[in-house]
């Protein structure tokens, strides 16, 4: 028998052991508990897929109060014990180019 | 198709009833390729779970109902193949972690019980299996999906999203690893059936 031939009746043979495996291993029965257990792992998924969201939104909450708090116990009481803040623009204006404006003053126009 | 498309339209949109129903009808299916692919049938449920959740999960993912079975092989390639990969990493083996005197016990009891017929199939179970197992995680399941499951070349390239000459070179690289250890083990019993190459050849 030459090489060919060999091959082919191999390859034949590996196709008839395929077919037997297939028939060796029938579909499977599923047992009683198959739904219940899915089901329950799908709920589980879901209630591990809400805390993650949960966590993340209590962990966005958070974040927000603690701005807030450090906007509300740092920057704003700063702000208002700032003088400027509290005078109007043409005031703030002057006290800033108080000392140019009397200097020009002083050496008059030219 | 083992279900109307109206039924995965449903379960698509959140009926849970609906997609219950999917899963009857193809669980039996589902968790035959399973056990064909991964070949441990204490695991099969487990792994069937797996891509049914996934599935659950993924249903509103799916473009139309028409390709629903490509999208559900998908999954189950997905997870058998996770499976394998994992089986792998632990290399552990159930007949391994028993003690030698056990495991001849537990033949010694299967044996008593087995009939002709339950042997074959052990037989060509594990010879199958010793085949698949010469080829990596990938090409295992793709050549199971072939050649046991006898899914079309048209059908795996819908399931695996490649082109079909892609797949005809990969399944011809994975048969051919299987046939040259099907060869050698043909070999190997025919020498053995021939008396050769046995201890007493070698005085």
């Known amino acids: 028998?030459?090489?060919?031939?060999?091959?082919?009746?191999?390859?034949?043979?590996?196709?008839?052991?395929?077919?037997?495996?297939?028939?060796?291993?029938?579909?499977?029965?599923?047992?009683?508990?198959?739904?219940?257990?899915?089901?329950?792992?799908?709920?589980?998924?879901r209630v591990q897929t809400v805390?993650?969201?949960?966590?993340?939104?209590?962990?966005?909450?958070l974040a927000t109060v603690a701005l807030t708090v450090l906007i509300g116990a740092?920057?704003?009481p700063r702000l208002q014990s700032d003088p400027a803040?509290?005078?109007?623009?043409?005031?703030?204006?002057?006290?800033?180019?108080?000392?140019?404006?009397?200097?020009?003053?002083?050496?008059?126009?030219? | 198709m083992l279900v109307e498309f109206e039924l995965i339209e449903r379960a698509r949109s959140g009926d849970d009833s609906a997609f219950n129903q999917i899963v009857q009808a193809y669980r039996k299916r589902i968790l035959g390729t399973?056990?064909?692919?991964?070949?441990?049938?204490?695991?099969?449920?487990?792994?069937?779970?797996?891509?049914?959740?996934?599935?659950?999960?993924?249903?509103?993912?799916?473009?139309?109902?028409?390709?629903?079975?490509?999208?559900?092989y998908r999954l189950t390639v997905n997870a058998a193949y996770d499976y394998l990969r994992r089986q792998r990493r632990r290399q552990e083996s159930r007949m391994s972690d028993l003690s030698e005197q056990q495991v001849m016990l537990a033949d010694a009891a299967a044996g008593?019980?087995?009939?002709?017929?339950?042997?074959?199939?052990?037989?060509?179970?594990?010879?199958?299996?010793s085949l698949l197992g010469q080829v990596s995680e990938e090409d295992r399941i793709l050549l199971t999906l072939k050649e046991v499951e006898g899914?079309?070349?048209?059908?795996?390239?819908?399931?695996?999203?490649?082109?079909?000459?892609?797949?005809?070179?990969?399944?011809?690289?994975?048969?051919?690893?299987?046939l040259k250890a099907f060869g050698a083990q043909e070999n190997s019993e025919a020498v053995a059936k021939a008396g050769l190459g046995s201890a007493d050849d070698s005085e």
Not at chain 2, 34 to 53: A, C, K, M
Not at chain 2, 151 to 178: G, I, M, P
Request: with cysteine; glycine share 2%.
């Open chain 1, 1 to 45: 028998m030459d090489r060919m031939q060999q091959d082919d009746k191999l390859d034949a043979q590996l196709n008839a052991m395929f077919a037997e495996y297939r028939m060796a291993c029938p579909d499977p029965e599923p047992s009683a508990d198959f739904m219940p257990a899915m089901w329950k792992r799908i709920e589980a998924r």
């Open chain 1, 51 to 61: 805390s993650v969201f949960r966590h993340w939104a209590q962990a966005c909450v």
């Open chain 1, 74 to 76: 740092v920057l704003i």
């Open chain 1, 85 to 110: 803040s509290n005078a109007s623009y043409v005031e703030a204006l002057v006290s800033e180019h108080s000392s140019d404006y009397i200097q020009m003053l002083a050496g008059g126009v030219r």
């Open chain 2, 34 to 72: 399973i056990s064909r692919t991964i070949g441990r049938p204490e695991d099969v449920e487990d792994v069937g779970q797996e891509v049914f959740l996934r599935l659950y999960y993924s249903l509103d993912q799916l473009r139309t109902p028409e390709v629903f079975e490509p999208w559900l």
């Open chain 2, 112 to 129: 008593g019980k087995r009939r002709d017929e339950e042997q074959r199939r052990t037989k060509i179970r594990e010879l199958a299996e």
């Open chain 2, 151 to 178: 899914l079309s070349l048209k059908e795996l390239e819908k399931v695996y999203r490649v082109n079909e000459n892609a797949l005809k070179v990969r399944l011809f690289r994975a048969r051919q690893r299987v």
